[in-house]
């Protein structure tokens, strides 16, 4: 491997250490996220990575943290190389002020896909970019996640023997992992090219998953406290069909499981939920899920909970207010809490 990837240096951690060193951080996340929502700071993480590395299921483990108002996840994979914009796709979803925003790809993999010829101009691109951002108050925290040839074969082969995921694995994936020394170096060139002083590149070893998710948990917490210290940065009506009136008298609230049941249900469920996700994006199935209720009634704690199994690459997370439609296809709704000025919706 090249000097910045480096096998040797992978944190490996036991589930207790993992559990142990992580839990407080998650606390500390949702504590920043709600001290950047009311300061009015816009934060942008960026994810890349090799395939398989683990960017999915960090990301999913970061949103568990979240709250699921407050937040949007992006996935801006298979940039069109043709579109004479090609960064517009990213500054429609940039945040807004008070916005906590992921992008599982980005403008890097633009560069990554262009012509030997094009990438510096890219990179060049990239910085601007990024420059203009971060004077205008934004907070960038980048990170990119690889993992070595061998333990990316063993990713590849376990998704493709699973039904559920075995779709994710392409011919290009295997053609990737046999050009591995060669796409670890133009991921090198790119990183060295646009690794900037307001939004420096995070290298995390992804060869242990657990070692990773805490790795990404520390680097995030300990860059926005620093930062968020230091810097300041009307639709048609829907025409819906009848339905039986229904009263909120004939809600059951007596309803209650012990603990042992709860876990033992709910983890039968998630595992439900993975699968038929998979299933219907395979079917090509659009699935709207929509949340009201009382305040305080849980709803963002059931929608954690509801997407923690889901891979988010296949969703898309944003707020339904009283008097805003839904615009895009494949949507999961949160509720319309206090993060009303969400440009996701």
């Not at 998630?270 to 659009?286: A, G, M, N, S, T």
Request: charged letters at 30%.
């Amino acid at each position: 491997m090249s000097d910045i990837f480096q096998k040797d240096v992978c944190l490996k951690l036991k589930k207790s250490e993992y559990k142990s060193m992580v839990d407080p951080l998650k606390l500390k996340l949702g504590e920043i996220q709600r001290k950047a929502k009311n300061d009015g700071v816009p934060i942008l993480i960026i994810f890349e990575g090799l395939d398989a590395s683990g960017k999915g299921a960090t990301i999913n483990e970061l949103l568990l943290s979240l709250d699921p108002r407050g937040y949007k996840v992006v996935n801006n994979d298979y940039p069109s190389m043709k579109d004479k914009f090609i960064f517009r796709k990213y500054w429609e979803n940039l945040p807004g002020k008070g916005e906590f925003h992921i992008f599982d790809r980005s403008w890097h993999y633009c560069a990554f896909n262009s012509g030997s010829d094009q990438v510096t101009r890219r990179c060049n691109e990239i910085n601007e970019t990024e420059k203009m951002l971060t004077e205008s108050g934004v907070i960038i925290v980048k990170f990119f996640l690889y993992i070595d040839k061998k333990e990316q074969k063993k990713r590849f082969q376990e998704a493709e023997s699973d039904p559920a995921t075995a779709w994710k694995v392409k011919p290009e994936d295997w053609e990737k992992n046999r050009n591995y020394k060669k796409i670890l170096n133009q991921w090198e060139n790119i990183i060295t090219q646009t690794n900037n002083i307001n939004c420096e590149w995070n290298i995390i070893c992804s060869n242990s998953l657990r070692g990773a998710r805490a790795e990404v948990y520390r680097v995030l917490v300990e860059n926005l406290n620093i930062r968020l210290e230091n810097e300041l940065p009307e639709p048609e009506n829907l025409s819906l069909p009848y339905r039986k009136p229904f009263s909120l008298k004939e809600v059951n609230l007596e309803k209650k499981l012990s603990s042992k049941e709860y876990k033992e249900k709910v983890s039968k469920l998630q595992d439900k939920i993975f699968r038929l996700q998979h299933e219907l994006h395979i079917k090509k199935v659009p699935v709207v899920i929509a949340y009201e209720g009382w305040d305080a009634g849980g709803k963002g704690g059931n929608i954690r909970r509801l997407v923690e199994p889901m891979d988010h690459v296949l969703m898309m997370l944003s707020l339904l207010q009283h008097q805003m439609i839904m615009r895009e296809k494949n949507i999961i709704s949160g509720d319309s809490g206090d993060f009303s000025q969400s440009r996701g919706i």
